[in-house]
């Protein structure tokens, strides 16, 4: 049939008519040559002016809707809309695809922007978050993401004057951006007074920070910085849609069809009204204007594009115009002449001509226009309307004919017969009516067959006949003019039709997809002379079929273009052309028609318009022109490597089973054995469903891959050596082509690619995140930097990698069907090819080779009979292998065959290790080298054919097929095997490794068994029979067949081997005598299957498992059921434990065990180690007995999934194992308790963590499970109730005072004391001190710098530089949120490089994601911010030996650990670190890839291999009785020791990752802090110790921790908890729990404490002296500290012993008031610290306390509601004299007047009272209190602070303020942790202010120092003290 193979014809795109202008901007540019380049559709057009000629640019899947010109102006970039769009970066010149980027936006990019060197793009997407997103193009990576707005983005510019900054402006925002890192930090425009917040919808970039932007009301908005400084109004009168700059200026273009241009300081220069042009017309819009030299490109709304020179600016040039708004459908071709007709919903009907690519008339009619037909003469075209009318216009001049309205719906389709005596009109109501032409259109007949509207109509030839296709895909027929319905399908039969436009009948049958809605092909049009038929559908494709095509599914080619729905398309008159609309995207596209003879010059064609420019992807049918596959390819496709449990799944399983554990693990377990194996040898070669994995190494070994093991075997001393970094099946290898390094692919769920060396076999990077379900092919490209790799997902995802650095360069979707090979090409470094099921089309004769040249085939050659599976190039030559099992050498363009060589048992050489199973095997891997050619075949053997003809056997396994049956011999070292592949194997285990016999069975096998004297042996077949075989000669012996299903156990009874035990799967064991070979017994009463026997001592037991997991026992020989209790068991002696029930081997279930099953196990002769196989592929040793539920065993991955037996030789010096599916059987070498080379081995402890409890610290659980809250979510610290201030209605006045009133003036709200004469406002806050370092919760976190001159440590979220001899501080202020982990560059060249790492909500790559900020201690410049995806916060941050990487770990629940490159703000890798919390982790300080890391109850030693984090546990099993406790500090030595601090105080060594010795009790509690020396590599440790004689806190060690010396820090506490060490110049710096930084002298051991702070927060009581400036604090640590600020220190404290909550001096600063939490308050004398009193009256805690100004009383309120007065003249009895009433709340804050009558109290409900002093009266009169004079003002409430309330504050509260001493400032501080600057008083709504960040959440308590020189606010979660210096205006 025509249609089983594509028409060999071809469209070309010639010509696009239009131009995206609705919904567009900015998408309209000159290029450097000159040419226009701009989009329409899915199309980007370059288009010459001068030649007239348009290129296209057809990379992109759907509408393009943004597009960006490089400054070069040479590269475009396009952004499309779609699920996943994409941008491509082209070459306007070639147009050929640069780059792709993808991955990251959804829905579409809105705006793309170069910047001004073109080396980085941005872009952003139409996704809900507006996402913003900085790609490196050239590499398709992505430097930075973020959340760009909450609304639309209209536009987005590079500022091209200062690098890393961007501007974005959209509906009712602008917004500044910084790049730093990879953190795009944006800063909205202050709109401010200067103009209105509206919708920006463009802007340009200038000097000196000057952003111009074009508004929505048409006003030009100018800002500098960040702020609006000036608005240039009406520069258009509606909004500016398009702002273009250039070197003369700025051009703008509107919405009201005005081009203005402006000089370079947007002074203007001129206008251009298009609309009164002679082009224009009213509603002319413009989108798009690019101004260069003297010409101005415009784009409008109506699909328009005009040119402008600017010296005749009235006369603009049309370049290009389309239709515009709404659908485009109606489509005529003129009968003789190159013309086509279009008419769309914007109702106008244009005419073009095809020759010149012109329009060449248009004409508006009043309604939309659906469809359009010339008739026959060329002299009518009629016209049908959306409203059911139709009109008949002149071709001529446009007039109108007739204008008839007969219908009610839309007409959709109308035709004139071919003689041009009728018109049909098909109309939506499902009717066609049919006009006489010469009778002024007369209606002359109707069609009414229809139930559905109308889709297509066609005439026949000679016009007696019409047929219509409707909306339900039926097919009518018509006879004419009358309309009668025809029905005779013999009528219809000769009927030879005119046109052939329908979509239904047999001609076009082949056009539908097998499975397709019938509506989604909209047109057709068939070509009878090309004999092709032309398609277009909802789709976006245009196709081309053979006509007729009557099958379904035909092949065609396609073409895309068009975004959406192709709406209609025709051929033109003489058959040259193909014209298609597009229904959205308003196009018209001009296709020429390339025919068949044409194609054959094609080839010479220039590559421009070269055949791949087609697309034309052959078909998606699976209709094949190909023979059918050959019967292995069959197989081999419908191989599926999906698993139900993928390997990484496990940990997650596990946590989900953790619950059931709980409850199990109350028993103690049993310890892992104490012997391990290794894997020595194993028999087998993956090559059933793998090719070209087979190579030879530099060295001549020979690597390969069988299972999950990657082997490298040497044939010289029959050795192996594996790789086992995989943990699932390796479906692929190759080698680089230095032969040094292999690179091996894998199954799993997120399939992982190694890169290992051949020599050490350690992975050097590992590739992974971009395939599903395993890789399937690889190779390396020429020059061995990057690896190309094929994944088996649906769509077969192909990767090219950067290995080294794990990076992937770029992705494709391969094919839907499976890939088989990918190969790079030597030559050409940028292409590679796949090949696979019919799609290079490799198999078109089973066994040709194909050569192919760029993309024609140039020949085929017969090779082989059957399929070539392997094929190897040579330097001279190819070599290439088949299923016929002959390898065949070639000369270099395969023009003949210059040798074969037959795979033969003959051919076999002395040396083989074994035997070949079969001649001719089908070869599917061949390899050159060394003089041999190398071969691997299906049946899984590795031969060497030498190049004169003999063959070695070097390697063999199992063919397809599971392998379950394994027996051992009883004294030899030798097994045998059988399987389901038809074969029993004997196999040598001894050191020559090979294949002793073999023997072909009728049936697969299942099991076997030696005789105890091992001369016969038993084996099992699948058909229910068994034989008994000489074990030498494997020859019959004896045979039966009993039963019908498989034989699955078979076991000779012990001693003499007198029974022959058979269990079958039909659930029956028949007990057989050997001698007489007869059954003498039969067990019944199992209840399913049988899976395991195994017999007594004595042979009168046997104990059996079966499928639904009994274990039952019967006695032999009659097979009589027996109960014998659980505890008997054990006792019984039993031969041989094959069993996996029982009490014995409860515990080696896993914890997943629904999940997967244990298949098989064996015990060892002495009865101590049980080994274990499951379908997970893990082989695993217990401890027998391994009593109580999930025991603890060592672990070993080599088999990929189903170990189906385990077996342990005669003298347990080696195990054996078999793989199911993996064919393989493995030899592992069991190593005995004592015999231990110090080789790292490769299991795990067990599935569980260890029961035993790390330990427990008080310290160490609050750091664990401290939550932190990020300032923006914070809450209200005090639990107030009530409505907020600014929420309260006002009360009216009393006494509104007349605006002119002879009343005395209002008396001052505060006495002023006497600040000089004139008040001067303060404008600023300059923080200039902090009291306070983090200690409590975070450690490591002060080092020195500069040689030990200062220190640098963090609280809140300030990093602290402090001067050591000085005591003054600089800070670093760019942190939004608390610092938690501090770290120094240790590296040369980045000298005084910090990383500060913040908490942070989620890793959203928002603002207030968690981020780490790397800056210059000195400057405090910025280097670069890591957001980072680290939920809740960073905890630890460690540099690299060469200072470039940095590593980071996230308090989220994985607790991830991620590597950065921090200079680029790339990231490296990232992983889950542990489920457990990580405490620190650190690199080696000699090392950019090997680090550490600690946390609860783990260590974990990692490698970074490209962009893999490989991790091991660290090893406990080497010493007696260590465990695992909570690991806190890490420390480092030479050759690759590591020192880890523990929760105990011992601290560990470790070699590698094993534990060699500890440290027992280095301190006497948890060891929190190391340090290494890089200089001298003395190790300083610091922990939690009681101070004592011998003992300290802080010890200096030498290199391998062995020596000590204990340092004693003399702070006076009882116990000394160190948290931070670092070592400078003979120092040691230490930091402390107790917030202190204490200085040790190595020598003298003499402390000096640098840095004092409460240790406990928050910190509520705060005072400032009257006179000087001391203040003093209290807080909840039970101590009130004298502070002083001249000098920068503490100057005293006082333990109180309770915690204390306020403060207060006495008005002459003698005697100081302190109020605690217990209710007591204390008054002590300032010059001795004697106490002069004390009270307590109440006995919840004291809010505030405060002296009356003239010294008599004190007040003192607390949080039983209440105020109580003393007068402090009647001595220090301290009586109350009364108190204040019907207070509604607890008390906040009190002030006294100045004349010490009245007291103000703020409460918890947000209600300030007043009281009279001493009566405690309430005072309602609100005149009175306006007028009275306070002494102080600290309250947060009162119409006069009304505006320190902030709209934000719904959770939030101002916790505190205080009016400066002159009157006339205010400062607040909130739960937002936010200190505020306002003018006092402030009594409108949310008044200016000034805000200052640096503390923690929760500012408690703030105050000014005397004579308002300094600001003291205090903090709540952070516990310190921040001091700030005010700065005044000027006079």
Known sequence: MAARSAPSCHLRLEWVYGYRGHQCRNNLYYTAAKEIVYFVAGVGVVYSPREHRQKFYRGHSDDIISLALHPERVLVATGQVGKEPYICIWDSYTVQTISVLKDVHTHGIACLAFDLDGQRLVSVGLDSKNAVCVWDWKRGKMLSMAPGHTDRIFDISWDLYQPNKLVSCGVKHIKFWSLCGNALTPKRGVFGKTGDLQTILCLACAKDELTYSGALNGDIYVWKGINLIRTIQGAHAAGIFSMNACEEGFATGGRDGCIRLWDLTFKPITVIDLRETDQGYKGLSVRSVCWRGDHILVGTQDSEIFEIVVQERNKPFLIMQGHCEGELWALAVHPTKPLAVTGSDDRSVRIWSLADHALIARCNMEEPIRCAAVNADGIHLALGMKDGSFTVLRVRDMTEVVHIKDRKEAIHELKYSPDGTYLAVGCNDSSVDIYGVAQRYKKVGECLGSLSFITHLDWSSDSRYLQTNDGNGKRLFYRMPGGKEVTSTEEIKGVHWASWTCVSGLEVNGIWPKYSDINDINSVDGNYIGQVLVTADDYGIIKLFRYPCLRKGAKFRKYIGHSAHVTNVRWSHDYQWVISIGGADHSVFQWKFIPERKLKDAVHIAPQESLADSHSDESDSDLSDVPELDSEIEQETQLTYRRQVYKEDLPQLKEQCKEKQKSATSKRRERAPGNSIRLHFVHGYRGYDCRSNLFYTQIGEIVYHVAAVGVIYNRQQNTQRFYLGHDDDILCLTIHPLKDYVATGQVGRDPSIHIWDTETIKPLSILKGHHQYGVSAIDFSADGKRLASVGIDDSHTIVLWDWKKGEKLSIARGSKDKIFAVKMNPYVPDKLITAGIKHMKFWRKAGDVCIWRDIFLVKTVKAHDGPVFSMHALEKGFVTGGKDGIVALWDDSFERCLKTYAIKRAALAPGSKGLLLEDNPSIRAISLGHGHILVGTKNGEILEVDKSGPITLLVQGHME????????????????????????????????????????????????????????????????????????????????????DMISDIRFSPGSGKYLAVASHDSFIDIYNVMSSKRVGICKGATSY????????????????????????????????????????????????????????????????????????????DKMVLATGDDLGFVKLFRYPTKGKFGKFKRYVAHSTHVTNVRWTYDDSMLVTLGGTDM?????????????????????????????????????????????????????????????????????????????????????????????????????????????????????????????????????????????????????????????CLT?????????????????????????????????????????????????????????????????????????????????????????????????????????????????????????????????????????????????????????????????????????????????????????AMYTTLRDGLIVTGGKERPSKEGGAVKLWDQELRRCRAFRLETGQATDCVRSVCRGKGKI?????????????????????????????????????????????????????????????????????????????????????????????????????????????????????????????????????????????????????????????????????????????????????????????HLMDHAAIDRITWATWTSILGDEVLGIWSRHAEKADVNCACVSHSGISLVTGDDFGMVKLFDFPCPEKFAKYKRFLGHSPHVTNIRFTSGDRHVVSAGGDDCSLFVWKCVHTPH
């Open 1629 to 1817: 710096l230490v930091g402390t729990r107790n917030a202190e930084i204490i200085e040790v002298g190595e020598k003298n051991a003499a402390c000096n404490i640098l840095v004092n702070g409460h240790v406990d927060g928050p910190i509520w009581g705060l005072a400032t002296h009257p006179s000087r400036d001391f203040f003093l604090s209290a807080a909840e640590d039970g101590t009130v500290r004298l502070w002083d600020i001249a000098d920068k220190k503490m100057l005293n404290k006082v333990n109180l012993g309770h915690a204390a909550r306020t403060v207060c001096y006495s008005p002459e600063g003698d005697m100081v008031a302190i109020g605690m939490k217990n209710g007591e308050f204390i008054i002590l004398l300032v010059s001795s610290l004697k106490i002069w009193g004390k009270k307590r009256d109440r006995r919840c805690a004291i809010h505030d306390i405060r002296f009356s100004p003239d010294s008599r009383y004190l007040a003192v309120g607390s949080s039983e509601n209440s105020v109580d007065f003393y007068d402090l003249t009647l001595g220090p009895t301290l009586n109350r004299i009364s108190y204040c009433k019907d207070i509604p709340s607890f008390v906040i804050q009190m002030d006294f007047s100045a004349d010490s009558s009245y007291l103000q109290v703020s409460s918890g409900c947000y209600k300030r009272h007043v009281y009279e002093v001493p009566s405690g009266k």
């Open 961 to 1044: 097929g599971e392998v379950w049956g394994l027996a051992t011999h009883p004294y030899l070292p030798i097994c045998a095997t059988v399987s389901e592949d038809k074969t029993l194997r004997i196999w040598d285990l001894s050191p020559s490794h090979c294949m002793l016999a073999v023997r072909k069975l009728k049936k697969g096998g299942r099991c076997c068994c030696f005789s105890p004297d091992g001369k016969a042996l038993a084996v099992g077949l699948n058909d229910g029979s068994f034989l008994m075989a000489n074990a030498d000669t494997l020859e019959d012996l004896v045979s039966f067949h009993h039963r019908k």
């Open 1224 to 1380: 393989s059987l493995m030899v592992w070498t069991n190593e005995m308790e004592g015999y231990r080379e110090k080789r790292p081995c490769d299991s795990e402890e067990s599935d569980i963590d260890s029961e035993e409890d790390g330990g427990y610290d008080s310290d160490v659980t609050r750091e664990n499970e401290i939550s932190y809250t990020i300032r923006a979510l914070s809450t209200n610290i005090r639990p107030m109730f009530g409505i907020k201030p600014h929420l309260q209605q006002k009360e009216p006045s009393i006494d509104e005072r007349p605006p002119v009133s002879r009343a005395p003036p209002q008396p001052e709200k505060l006495q002023t004391n006497n600040v000089g004469k004139k008040k001067r406002p303060i404008e600023d806050l300059v923080l200039e001190l902090i009291f306070g370092y983090r200690g409590r919760d975070c450690r490591n976190n002060v080092h020195y710098l500069n040689d030990g001159d200062d220190i640098i440590y963090h609280t809140a979220s300030v990093g602290i530089l402090h001067n050591v001899a000085t005591g003054s501080q600089s800070f670093y202020q760019e942190h939004n949120d608390d610092i938690l």
């Open 1384 to 1568: 120094v560059n240790q590296h040369p060249k980045f000298i005084n490089i910090v990383a500060t790492g913040q908490v942070g909500d989620s890793g959203d790559m928002s603002a207030t994601a968690p981020s780490i900020h790397i800056w210059d201690a000195m400057n405090k410049q910025t280097l670069s911010i890591l957001r980072c995806y680290h939920s809740k916060g960073v905890c630890s941050v460690s540099f690299s030996a060469t200072g470039k990487l940095l590593l980071s770990v996230g308090l989220d629940p994985e607790h991830t650990i991620t590597i950065w490159r921090w200079q680029e703000g790339a990231k490296i890798a990232s992983r889950a670190g542990h489920n457990q919390r990580i405490f620190v982790a650190e690199f080696r300080p000699d090392s950019d890839t090997q680090f550490v890391s600690v946390g609860v109850k783990h260590v974990k030693f990692w490698t970074l291999a490209g962009r893999a984090l490989l991790s091991k546990k660290g090893l406990l099993s080497t010493l007696e009785d260590a465990r695992m406790q909570t690991m806190l500090a890490i420390a480092f030595g030479a050759n690759n020791l590591t020192f880890t601090g523990t929760i105990s105080g011992d601290v560990c060594v470790w070699k590698d990752h094993i534990l060699c010795r500890i440290v027992a009790r280095a301190h006497n509690g948890p060891v929190f």
């Open 1090 to 1165: 049988i899976t395991h026997i195994d017999w007594d001592i004595r042979g009168k037991l046997l104990q059996v498992n079966t499928g639904a997991k009994e274990q039952l026992f019967f006695e032999a020989p009659r097979g009589k059921k027996q109960t014998i209790p659980s505890v008997e068991v054990e006792k019984i002696a039993w031969a041989s434990w094959t069993s996996v029930l029982g009490l014995c081997c409860e515990g080696i279930w896993p914890v997943i065990g629904e999940v997967t099953d244990v298949t098989a196990s064996c015990l060892t002769s």
